[in-house]
């Protein structure tokens, strides 16, 4: 299979014998992954055999590039690269030498099979554990939604876990960083309670978490001649990108398999460590590329220009230090536009016209990426509906956004509570009629509250939905006889079901979205990104049943109506690869958070960075349960999280952001500030300051635009 032009770096790569453990390092852009893909190509064309290769990466979507090259029609016959992420590998290797670890481990049914938990129901287990420590008072002095505190308790786990530092030492590590007032060490102290009974609760019930699954294989497995074996037999040859994103208990076990491998290639991204929140140790993953015996530096950008390469360099400058700059700044004043406003919405309108000027330019939909900090529920509806009204395709993707905040599933879920009413669910008329507006076609507000007042009928035996001809004349033509028809035909689908039910709540969603919603006559009708929210939806559904189906848990209520429940209360959904694929794949405008973006490491010519006055851009979310920079191999015992730290680190933070963003970003970007922010306030955040220094500095040069 013939690689795509290359650069004299990346051909210099895959002229080395197939032998070598290389490291590769350079900056975000600069043809890594591309090279690693190409190597991966060639290997599997010049005889080595495609599954004896190993392609692992930190995250899903980061390995993206590779699954792609491996479903590429021309890829050589045979077997296939593995790629995966260190918890993927885990899990597989669980599964196979289950028998070997299941006996050993205090595990309350040792004869059954273990159930690997999601983040979805690894939330609803932790809520059984906790509930009554609440009861009793726990956490009564802090203010958090119960799935955040449930999901950071779990982060406690993970970072046991993937950090490498004992499970009951998570309140101590905690208190002794503290230097506020000692009440924060009983929630640290009821934290820790809490994790410690978690994992007693799994190991009764064969239910393996994250950080137990990761505990089982690197500290267990991974040591037993059996499996290691199979694994060192299995994959000769590995090729680990984005090092830097990984956490270090992954880099200890790559570093005590490489002496095995025929051949390695490790690839970090200089300045990256963008998930250090979730246990990302760029340190350790330097400390294990300097053990390869040859390195190679990978220089310039192969997607940033030079003016917005040189403004990077200025920007990054100007948050470390204010003042004077010897640079020319006509090497970087074009790179950037920066644009104030008094107002919130004005700033908003800007951004879509300016967006519509550039595509009138020739600019594609998705070589533009819309920023923020943080992407509100009440920021992504107004611009997708000024995308919307100015008719250019946009698409939003916010990985950690709750699955019950997508209007596409508060409809389905109402449909959900008609389906089932044994449930005693029956949803108000408010809601019936946002799942009107919001699925079929032709249905307004006002033609959706008609329908909601005139044919819902809650209660009644022969269904919840009186047929069309049932309304007077007068009535159907105020509805319309098209829109009624749609109507008719939801009616009939959930009247058949009715009669002849399916008890998972997953099969239901998933044939009323494929014989219905996705049909001609339905909003969602060729919607991409309704489908990928369903198949979210029905996959979170469907491994929430399997969890509770398989261990056999009593219920009070059917297993559906439980999932359900849990969600509308705000259940955090796991990520999936099918949005970071759709997401890659549309061609429309990225509406997204920054550290998203990153992530999923695409370039685009254009970037709007919104609000770069707040705070967000700088600051940490605040977590009063954890603290992942406390919780860190690199964290020293005796040091205390004080003001300092936390300025040195929300710095170093957004200097690797900005730099992240611009080695993404080829022509240009537009920097955008509004006097008052998104809640009314005004505010005046580190990266605004950083861009006005800028700007005094272009006060020097005689016929800048940007002053």
């Known amino acids: 299979m013939n690689p795509p032009k290359l650069t004299q770096q990346q051909r210099t790569l895959l002229e080395s014998p197939f032998s070598d453990k290389v490291y590769i390092t350079g900056p975000a852009s600069s043809g890594k992954t591309t090279a690693g893909v190409a190597r991966m190509l060639q290997m599997a064309g010049n005889g080595i055999p495609a599954r004896s290769i190993l392609v692992l990466v930190p995250q899903r979507s ?7 090259a491996i479903q590429d029609p021309e890829f050589p016959a045979g077997g296939q690269p593995t790629v995966l992420t260190l918890g993927g590998m885990a899990q597989r290797m ?157 880099h200890d076990l790559i570093a005590d398999w490489l002496p095995r491998l025929d051949s390695a290639l490790l690839i970090q991204d200089d300045g990256g460590g963008y998930r250090s929140f979730l246990g990302a140790d760029p340190r350790s993953a330097q400390e294990l590329a300097e053990t390869l015996p ?19 360099l200025e920007i990054t400058r100007s948050l470390r230090e204010r003042g004077p700059s010897d640079s020319n700044v006509h090497s970087w004043k074009d ?46 509806f107004s611009l997708v509906e000024r995308f919307t009204r100015a008719g250019i395709p946009a698409k939003t993707f916010r990985p950690s956004r709750s699955l019950k905040d997508e209007p596409v599933v508060r409809a389905l879920l109402c449909l959900a509570r008609l389906a089932y009413p044994a449930w005693h669910l029956q949803p108000g008329r408010e809601d019936v009629c946002q799942a009107f507006a919001q699925l079929l076609e032709g249905a307004d507000l006002v033609r959706a509250n008609l329908i909601a007042q005139t044919l819902y009928q809650p209660g009644k035996p022969e269904g919840p939905f009186a047929p069309f001809s ?65 198949a979210r939806l029905v996959e979170s559904a469907r491994k929430f049943r399997q969890s509770i189906m398989a261990e056999n848990i009593p219920l009070q209520v059917p297993v559906g109506k439980e999932y359900l429940t849990l969600l509308e209360n705000g259940l955090i959904a796991a990520q999936s690869i099918v949005g970071w694929k759709q997401q890659l794949e549309n061609n429309a405008v990225l509406i997204s958070p920054a550290f998203t973006f990153l992530m999923s490491n695409q370039p685009v010519r254009y970037q709007f960075w919104l609000d770069i006055g707040s705070h967000g851009w700088w600051s940490r979310l605040d977590q009063p349960l954890t603290q992942p920079f406390v919780l860190n191999r690199q964290w020293k015992p005796d040091d205390k999280w004080t003001e300092a730290f936390e300025f040195a ?35 005046r955040g580190e990266l605004v300051r950083a861009v006005q220094s800028l700007r005094k500095l272009l006060v020097r040069s005689p016929g800048d635009e940007h002053v």
């Open 470 to 534: 049932s309304l007077v004349a007068e009535m159907q033509t105020r509805i319309t006889f098209a829109l009624g028809e749609k109507y008719s035909q939801l009616r009939n689908w959930m009247v058949e079901f009715r009669a002849n039910p399916v008890n998972e709540l997953d099969i239901f969603l998933s044939r009323i979205f494929g014989e219905v919603l996705s049909q001609p006559g339905s909003k969602l009708y060729q919607n991409l990104e309704a489908a990928s929210v369903t």
């Open 94 to 250: 669980i599964a196979l030498f289950w028998p070997m670890i299941a006996k050993t481990n205090q595990f309350g049914h040792p004869n059954q099979s273990p159930q690997f938990l999601t983040l979805e129901s690894a939330q609803y287990f932790m809520a059984r554990v906790v509930q009554p420590y609440l009861q009793r008072g726990y956490f009564e002095n802090i203010t958090l939604d119960p799935n955040r505190l449930y999901s950071q308790i779990l982060d406690n786990l993970n970072k046991s876990a993937v950090v490498g530092f004992p499970l009951g030492q998570i309140g101590d590590r905690l208190k002794n960083a503290w230097v506020g007032s000692k009440t924060q060490w009983l929630v640290y102290d009821q934290a820790q309670e809490c994790a410690l009974r978690f994992r007693e609760y799994c190991l009764q019930n064969n239910l393996l978490d994250f950080s137990l699954q990761f505990e089982l294989f690197t500290k267990q497995l991974w040591n037993t001649l059996l499996c290691r074996e199979y694994l060192v037999k299995n994959y000769r040859h590995l090729i680990y990108d984005n090092i830097e994103e990984d956490v270090p208990v992954a």
């Open 294 to 312: 040859e390195k190679m530096i990978f220089k310039g950008s192969l997607v940033a220009g030079t003016q917005v390469d040189q403004f990077r």
């Open 649 to 683: 680190v929300n710095q170093e933070n957004l200097e690797h952001l900005v730099s992240g963003l611009l080695h993404r970003c080829r022509d240009g970007v537009f920097l955008e500030i509004s006097g008052m922010n998104e809640q009314g306030n005004e505010e």
């Open 62 to 68: 980061l390995g993206i590039p590779y699954a792609k």
């Open 335 to 380: 790179a950037f536009d920066v644009q104030s406003f008094r107002f919130y919405p004005e700033m908003l309108d800007w951004t879509v016209q300016q967006a519509g000027q550039l595509l009138q330019n020739g600019v594609r939909p998705d070589e533009i990426c819309v920023l923020s900090p943080f992407l509100s529920d009440s920021l992504r």
